[in-house]
């Protein structure tokens, strides 16, 4: 692992299989994280919707996931 230092307000850009992770937030406010996509036209053009659906029925909210599954 290679640690990127960043200040407050920065943003950082990588391809979702790039391996990485975050130490904790130990401040007292929350940490956000914005998912970006991008599908050429002719891949299938807008699959805005596939994404959030396939995201949230693979990785559900705590209020949503199934207390007998991992």
Known sequence: W???????GD??????FLPHY???NKSDRSR???YIT???????G????????S????FPPDCERDPNKD
């Open 2 to 8: 290679i640690p990127v230092e960043m200040d407050t």
């Open 11 to 16: 943003a950082m850009f990588f391809h979702s």
């Open 22 to 24: 975050s130490e904790d």
């Open 32 to 34: 956000r994280a914005m």
């Open 38 to 44: 991008y599908n050429k036209f002719s891949e299938g």
């Open 46 to 53: 807008d699959r805005r919707a596939d994404y959030y659906k």
């Open 55 to 58: 995201k949230r029925e693979a």
